[in-house]
């Protein structure tokens, strides 16, 4: 819906949108905001019980740019993904075994240079393949130095050569 601002927001994460010049994406502690900064117009974007169609979550904690154009959205249940051509917002959906991730806290959410979309929070580290619908935990295990540690991941970071960087706490 195009309306002003009830009340003030808290802002969480920004994203500069890459298929529409001056257009921000806001995600705050009640939804997902559009603000085109020529015409000052706001569009939002809030989460329905009853509308599939809508955000599974009105706190929006994280964005990450999709490969294919549009956005990842990282909310209190679950990602989400932004999809421009249509201007919706499509949940995912449990993969395999009722894993998914489309439940937990999504503090960060990455698309790595190979498609995977990678998923932190409280619950610690994830992997999504949008191609197959599979989805991961990535497990800590203290015996193999080369896996990650314990704990809360709360960003994703790809570096130049495509190593993957997390910052935990």
Same mark, same amino acid.
């Given at each position: 819906?195009?309306? !002003? ?29 559009? @603000? ?37 959205? /990282? ?12 201007? !919706? ?28 979309? @990678?998923? /932190? ?5 994830? !992997? ?36 993957? @960087?997390?910052?935990?706490?």
């Amino acid at each position: 819906t195009v309306e !002003r601002l009830s009340r003030p927001l808290m802002v969480q994460c920004l994203l500069e949108d890459t298929d529409v010049e001056n257009v921000v994406w806001v995600g705050s502690n009640n939804g997902l905001h559009r @603000w085109d900064r020529n015409s000052g117009e706001l569009v939002q974007y809030h989460h329905d019980p009853d509308d599939e169609t809508s955000l599974s979550n009105n706190l929006i904690r994280s964005f990450g740019r999709r490969r294919e154009g549009g956005f990842w959205i /990282g909310t209190r249940n679950g990602v989400n993904r932004y999809d421009p051509a249509s201007d !919706r917002v499509i949940r995912l959906s449990a993969g395999q075994g009722g894993a998914s991730p489309s439940t937990g806290f999504a503090a960060a959410v990455h698309q790595d240079r190979r498609g995977l979309l @990678w998923i /932190g929070g409280d619950f610690g580290l994830a !992997r999504y393949d949008p191609g197959s619908g599979r989805y991961e935990k990535v497990h800590h295990s203290p015996d193999d130095p080369r896996t990650i540690g314990p704990g809360a991941v709360n960003r994703i970071h790809e570096d130049r050569d495509g190593d993957l @960087w997390f910052g935990m706490k």
